[in-house]
């Protein structure tokens, strides 16, 4: 996995955006040969060429538990004590500002403690940052450096392919399982292949979800699949199990064992012959929550069912539910209908993901960090890169925060750290509005919590 790449996500940037920005672009590259000097000091050059690394380093977060390997930087002073006045003047601003619209709901929170402003009432649709929920819950469960598995058994001439919910699988890890399961066959030339998934129960989608979406934003959700089970530019698999299992007689092959007949699905039996072990959890909900994997969102929800002996979608959600409670976190009009967040059935209140990333956030839960480490750096890493321009590009470094959109709905959840180094909890949701507004929407967003990033909220 590469969590400094920074692929493209529907779910982050729908079909109606990617429309205008197919009409900006033009414009505004028209417009820079028309008159490059005067569009160079605009700051519109960098703009068209997409993203461009803040002058200063990103602030690091006064975390003793968070060291974000994907940013650099020194505290240079202690966090201050929060200005109620500047936070409401910030409040006022954001609430003014008409591109959010009428159903905007906001919260700015320290690290520890109630939200010391507040807009709206009750819940909204998070879409992606439900994924926050999912990271905390599936770390809560299995600590962060736990490994999920991929492995081989034999019994009489069948060779069954195990799979053990590796969100991280890989082509090349498949091979490798494949080389080492032909070194222990020995002599044996020629068997039958079977697969296990029965790790994940069914079904492998959710009823909740567009149709639209299957294939092209998410698959089906097996505990067997390989390289994320597709990606939005080729099409993900329905059913990513069976994929695997074609993918993997292939690498038999090369290294020897002919597969007589199709893969078919079967029981875990016999003895052992190899096991490949995933990366660790902290490293796939590290990816999960910059890239906003939707797939890989999906399969850590179901782990979390695994813990609770309900590994299905209503099992996973529940278990989540509880997870978070158990934490001490207020689901007082949570509802979860899955763990990546395309479903508009979600409902989540501000000020639960508040008590999320603040719970996150604290030294007493270690093992919760990834869960801030991961989130999109503005201006630099994930979801983020390529936002914070023009009036938020002093954003830049200063937030961290979870990306959500689908159409009429756009939110930021995360943290922003202040012009005096104190960093400040910050929710944002907004919808309701028309799809073509989405462009606007996002930046107005983006501007929102640059005005916590850039305010002497903290004295």
């Known amino acids: 996995m590469e969590p400094q790449s920074a692929p493209k996500w529907p779910s982050e940037e729908p079909e109606e955006s990617r429309g205008k920005l197919a009409i900006v672009v033009p414009l505004v590259l028209a417009l820079l040969v028309a008159a490059a000097a005067g569009a160079y000091a605009l700051g519109w050059v960098r703009y068209a060429r997409g993203n461009v690394a803040p002058t200063p380093p990103p602030a690091p977060l006064s975390i003793a538990a968070v060291s ?35 159903h905007l709901k906001a919260a700015i929170a320290p690290l520890a403690g109630d939200p010391l402003v507040t807009h709206g009432t009750g819940a909204a649709t998070p879409a992606s940052v439900t994924k926050l929920l999912t990271s905390v819950a599936v770390l809560e469960a299995y600590g962060p450096e736990r490994r999920f598995e991929t492995s081989t058994t034999l019994q009489g001439s069948t060779v069954t392919l195990v799979g053990g919910g590796d969100a991280s699988l890989s082509s090349s890890d498949l091979d490798a399982l494949a080389a080492e399961t032909a070194r222990e066959l020995g002599t044996t030339k020629s068997v039958t292949l079977a697969y296990d998934d029965s790790l994940f129960g069914g079904p492998t989608v959710s009823p909740t979800w567009r149709r639209t979406y299957l294939g092209e934003e998410v698959g089906g959700i097996t505990a ?221 967003l983006d501007d929102a919590m640059t005005a916590v990033a850039t305010c002497r909220c903290s004295a």
């Open 68 to 102: 974000p390997a994907a940013v650099a930087g020194e505290q240079t002073r202690a966090p201050g004590k929060p200005d109620q006045a500047a936070l409401e003047q910030v409040m006022r601003e954001m609430v003014g500002d008409k591109r959010l619209g009428k």
């Open 224 to 444: 067997l699949s390989v390289d994320h089970g597709g990606s939005q530019l080729t099409g993900y698999s329905r059913d990513p199990s069976a994929q695997a299992a074609e993918q993997f007689k292939k690498a038999l092959a090369k290294h020897g064992i002919k597969v007589v007949g199709k893969p078919a699905r079967g029981a875990k039996a016999g003895t052992q012959l190899a096991v490949r072990q995933g990366d660790t959890l902290r490293e796939i909900v590290e990816y999960t929550l910059q890239h906003s994997d939707n797939q890989l969102a999906e399969i850590l929800a179901r782990h979390v069912g695994v813990a609770e002996g309900a590994p299905t979608f209503d099992g996973s959600t529940a278990a989540i539910t509880a997870t978070l409670k158990e934490l001490g976190i207020d689901t007082t009009g949570l509802v979860l209908r899955d763990g990546s967040g395309l479903s508009r059935q979600n409902l989540i209140p501000p000020t639960l993901l508040v008590s999320t990333l603040q719970t996150a956030a604290s030294p007493n839960r270690p093992e919760l960090a990834p869960a801030m480490t991961g989130l999109p750096v503005a201006g630099w890493v994930g979801s983020l890169s390529r936002r914070f321009n023009f009036d938020a590009e002093p954003g830049r470094g200063r937030v961290r925060a979870k990306t959500g959109t689908l159409t009429g709905v756009s939110g930021l959840s995360g943290i922003a750290v202040d012009a005096r180094g104190t960093p400040f909890v910050v929710v944002l949701m907004a919808d309701g509005f028309k799809p073509p507004q989405t462009l606007d929407v996002r930046d107005a």
